[in-house]
C-alpha cells in the first residue's frame, strides 16, 4: 500500500528536499504540499492524506494549531501528524504531543530515518527521537496542563503497570517481557488502555502519564 503524505513547511527548498525524498520511496507519495499552518488543515480536508510531515513554526497559523485542528477534526480521524523541529530542545514539541501529534524528529534525521519514522507514524505507532524525548519530558512536563483525554483511574491494576512502562518507552515486546505476557496480550492491553483513555496512539499515553503524576521526570 502507498502511504500518501502531505509535507507543510513554510521553507520552499525544504519542502522540495522532503518531497524528493519521499518520492524515492516506492511506498509513499507526496499528495499535497502547505506553507503555512491554515494551508496545512485546508490541504489535508481537501486530499486527506495519511500523514502529514508538520513543521512548527510557519506563518499565519503555526503546527501546533494545525495540529490541534487537524486531530480534533472527525473527518481527518485517520490522518497522522509527524512533527519535525529544527532543534531538540524545542519547547513547543511536548505542546504539539498533546495536540495530537504522534510523534516528532529533528529535522537533521537522517534520510533513511525520516522515512521509517514516516512508515510508523503512518501504520498507527508513535515515534519520539529517544534522546530530546527524555530531556523535553522531564523540563516541560513538571508543570502539567489539563490532559485532552480521560485519567488512569478508569484502568485496572494491570493496565496502569503497562501505561507505566510505555511511558518509558517501552515497546509491547519489552512490555511483555518485563511483564510475563505474551506479545499479543500486550498490544491487546495497550489497545484496550488507548480506548479507555480516548488517546489517538501511544504518544498520548506518555502525556497523560507524566500528567497523571503515574510517571515523574527522572523516574527510571
Known amino acids: 500500500m502507498t502511504i500518501r503524505v502531505l509535507l507543510a513547511d513554510d521553507q520552499t527548498l525544504v519542502r522540495a528536499a522532503f518531497a524528493m525524498l ?12 502547505a506553507g503555512s499552518g491554515r494551508e496545512a488543515v485546508g490541504a489535508a480536508r481537501e486530499v486527506r492524506p495519511d500523514l502529514v510531515v508538520m513543521d512548527i513554526r510557519m506563518p499565519d497559523l503555526d503546527g501546533i494549531e494545525a495540529t490541534r485542528l487537524i486531530a480534533a477534526d472527525e473527518a481527518l480521524a485517520g490522518v497522522r501528524v509527524l512533527v519535525l523541529t529544527t532543534y531538540d530542545t524545542d519547547e513547543n514539541i511536548v505542546e504539539a504531543l498533546r495536540a495530537g501529534a504522534s510523534g516528532f524528529l529533528v529535522k537533521d534525521t537522517r534520510p533513511a530515518e525520516l522515512l521509517d519514522a514516516i512508515r510508523t507514524v503512518a501504520a498507527g505507532e ?11 519530558i522531564e523540563r516541560f512536563l513538571r508543570s ?3 490532559a485532552a483525554t480521560g485519567g488512569p483511574e478508569v484502568l485496572s491494576d494491570r493496565e496502569r503497570e503497562v501505561l507505566t512502562l510505555v511511558a518509558r518507552g517501552l515497546n509491547n515486546t519489552e512490555v511483555a517481557e518485563a511483564l510475563g ?11 484496550r488502555i488507548m ?4 488517546a489517538r496512539d501511544r504518544a498520548q499515553l506518555v502525556i497523560v502519564a507524566y500528567e497523571s503524576g503515574m510517571v515523574t521526570p527522572g523516574t527510571p
Open 22 to 33: 519521499v518520492e524515492s520511496a516506492r511506498d509513499m507519495e507526496v499528495v499535497g504540499e
Open 126 to 136: 508513535a515515534l519520539l527521537s529517544p534522546g530530546p524525548t527524555a530531556r523535553l
Open 144 to 146: 502539567p496542563s489539563p
Open 181 to 191: 505476557l505474551s506479545p499479543l496480550t500486550a498490544k491487546t492491553h495497550v489497545s
Open 195 to 198: 480506548g479507555k483513555l480516548g
